[in-house]
């Protein structure tokens, strides 16, 4: 049975850091990423990461700010955010899919709540 377990998430003051990690049980996938949703807005993409290769691609607003990264041997993979604005507030959700940069998703986490008081 396949899981996506999410931590790390919390409240901080504008400018602060977070480290979001997602531990994967059940199979590895080929990408794993991170979405994220904002009250009243759609889900959107914000990383991904291909499971070999060290291959990344971020949203246009993250770049410079949020890192991503795996740790194969965990199958667990981390979202470094640093520098976070107001905007960055929302719940965040690891998936994992088949398909890179643009992931086709086919497992979900169940969210984890990030808020940045400005």
């Known amino acids: 049975q396949v899981q996506l377990v999410e931590s790390g998430g919390g409240l901080v003051q504008a400018g602060d850091s977070l480290r979001l990690s997602c531990a994967a049980s059940g199979r590895t996938f080929y990408a794993m990423g991170w979405f994220r949703q904002a009250p009243g807005k759609e889900r959107e993409f914000v990383a991904a990461a291909k499971w070999s290769g060290g291959s990344t691609y971020y949203v246009d607003s993250v770049k410079g700010r949020f890192t991503i990264s795996r740790d194969n041997a965990k199958n667990t993979v981390y979202l470094q955010m640093n520098s976070l604005k107001a905007e960055d507030t929302a719940v965040y959700y690891c998936?994992?899919?088949?398909?890179?940069?643009?992931?086709?998703?086919?497992?979900w986490g169940q969210g984890t709540q990030v808020t940045v008081a400005s």
């Open positions: 998936a994992a899919g088949r398909t890179f940069p643009i992931m086709g998703v086919d497992y």
